[in-house]
């Protein structure tokens, strides 16, 4: 199985920087190129829905971004590590959610907005940006 571990989130203020880190581990992620593999991130607010944040297509680097948070925050993967993360710039309170991490063994359906597609999930991080 795939598990996914959330790091990187605490109590910012408004117009901060912050990066989230997600470590994948487990035998799919053991070896190999990854290739086909989709990362995802979504976020949490208290009352909410959970929503689309970003998404990378490992293999090709190609990403996708919440309008949201489009120009502010950057996804990106080591190969290496094992590792995506997620630059956050200009912080604001509505950012504050809890970060999930997820991903998906193909990329057959692009970079997926939907968490349906998302088959494994981490724990969570939470980021707390004050104003």
């Known amino acids: 199985q795939v598990q996914l571990v959330e790091s990187g989130g605490q109590l910012v203020q408004a117009g901060d920087s912050l990066r989230l880190s997600c470590a994948a581990s487990?035998?799919?992620?053991?070896?190999?190129?990854?290739?086909?593999?989709?990362m995802g991130w979504f976020r949490q607010a208290p009352g909410k829905e959970r929503e689309f944040v970003a998404a990378i297509n490992w293999n090709s680097g190609s990403t996708s971004y919440a309008d949201s948070v489009k120009g502010r925050f950057t996804i990106s993967r080591d190969n290496a590590e094992k590792t995506v993360n997620l630059q956050m710039n200009s912080l604001k309170p509505d950012d504050t959610a809890v970060y999930y991490c997820a991903a998906r063994s193909n990329s057959y359906l692009g970079l997926p907005r939907e968490r349906a597609y998302y088959p494994y999930w981490g724990q969570g991080t939470q980021v707390t940006v004050s104003s």
């Open positions: 487990g035998r799919t992620f053991s070896g190999g190129t990854f290739t086909s593999y989709v």
